[in-house]
């Protein structure tokens, strides 16, 4: 006889929606275990394998864990808001709201097709006002004990689609969505100051069993720093440039300093600087690229040396030549550094 997959599946798969055989009970007699997977974006593009293959592992263990008694609960939701649906609700003048609506569904039918065990009652979507009014109540929280706070960054920016694109959406210094030439435009974002909870988020990674390259990986992104601000002079100015450094003690190695091509500073001295038409040249080139490509390591360094300003230790009073280079951020830290090519790997490639 042969096995009919379709039909076998669809039999059982209904008996599971009528029974709610996956809806976790309010059952205190048994023990209770909680399984969560991330979250999918329901794009109108439907699931792809990798929501599926990061589902399953925690699919076997609900099921494991309820045939051992366990109450348990593996809830899904759908965390919906974003750029894609955005632009599609923009390009067809469809309602956002219906264009949600039906990725939701179609993402709901699949998931429920692959017969994953999640309890379907308590299902939630990010968009849904009584979800999100609680995201809401979370921020305000948090910008009233000063936790959450606006300050400039770079973004990406599609001059012709007029939004800013994550990194993702803007590699090669193209926009993913027109194939336009992204901007780096300087914009006031929130941000969240997760530095306040550092001790506390690393001392939380001795209570989980992670794998040391994802201990690492968080342990970065926690990015606890120890370090010093310094301030230079600027000769023949009152000006301060400020850096920080997490090796105060090389301070005697500063060889040259790099600032952010954006550092305001340039802008400030342009009438001293003697080759302005170098540096805006080399300027609008970093324009193009994205903050992520900027950052990466392994790459050539480039730069132009600032003619006409220089800086000022502030230990020996030597005078320090400025560079601008692409490989220092104004997002990150003061937008200048000193250069200690001695101690430094970056500073080094620089220099030579
Ligand atoms: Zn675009």
């Given at each position: ?25 309010d ?6 275990f ?8 329901p794009?109108g593009?439907g699931m ?5 293959k990061a589902?399953?592992?925690l699919?076997?263990v609900?099921r494991?864990?309820r ?14 808001f974003?750029?894609p ?7 067809t003048g ?6 949600t ?7 709901t039918?699949?998931?429920k097709h ?8 308590r299902?939630i979507?990010?968009t ?16 009233e004990?000063?936790?959450a706070?606006?300050d400039?960054?770079?973004?990406n ?9 994550s990194n993702?959406d803007?590699q090669?210094?193209k926009?993913?969505?027109c194939?336009?030439e992204?901007v780096q435009?300087?914009?006031d974002?929130w ?7 550092a001790?506390k ?19 970065n ?6 370090g010093?601000?310094v301030n ?6 009152d000006e301060k ?14 060889t ?9 500073i340039?802008?400030?001295y342009a009438?001293?600087?003697?080759n ?7 300027k ?5 690229k994205?903050e992520?490509e900027r950052?990466?390591?392994v790459?050539?360094?480039t730069?132009t040396?600032?003619?006409?300003l220089c800086?000022?230790?502030?230990l020996t009073?030597?005078e320090?030549?400025l ?7 104004m997002?990150?830290g ?5 250069a200690v ?6 500073d ?5």
């Open positions: 006889m042969q096995y009919n997959f379709a039909e076998v599946e669809a039999k059982w798969q209904k008996i599971w929606e009528e029974k709610q055989t996956f809806a976790a009970s059952d205190h007699s048994k023990p209770k909680y399984a969560l997977v991330e979250f999918p974006y794009s593009a792809h394998v990798g929501h599926i589902y399953s592992g699919e076997v609900a494991k864990r045939l051992q008694g366990y109450n348990v609960l593996f809830p899904i939701g759908f965390d919906a974003g750029l649906t955005e632009n599609y609700a923009i390009k469809m309602h956002p709201r219906k264009v609506d039906m990725n939701i569904e179609k993402f039918d699949q998931l692959v017969g994953f065990s999640f309890d379907w009652s299902v979507d990010t849904d006002e009584d979800y999100y009014r609680w995201t809401q109540w979370i921020f305000l929280k948090m910008f004990k000063g936790l706070f606006r400039k960054t770079l973004v920016y599609c001059p012709s689609c007029k939004v800013v694109l993702e803007s090669g210094g926009c993913d969505i194939h336009s992204i435009k300087p914009k974002v941000y969240l100051r997760i530095t306040e909870y001790d988020l690393l001392e939380g990674l001795n209570e989980v069993d992670f794998l040391p390259n994802i201990r690492l990986q968080q342990e992104w926690i990015g606890k720093s120890t010093a601000f230079f002079g600027v000769k023949g100015t440039l400020r850096i920080y450094t997490t090796r105060p003690d090389t301070l005697f190695g500063v040259f300093m790099v600032l952010a091509p954006e550092h305001p340039i802008e400030k009438d001293r600087i003697a302005m038409d170098a540096i805006n040249a080399y609008a080139e970093c324009a193009k994205t992520f950052a990466q390591l790459k050539d360094k730069g040396k600032i003619e006409g800086a000022i230790h502030p009073g030597e320090i030549p560079y601008i280079s692409d490989y220092v951020m997002g990150y003061t937008g200048a550094i000193m090519p001695a101690h430094d790997e970056r080094y490639d620089f220099a030579k």
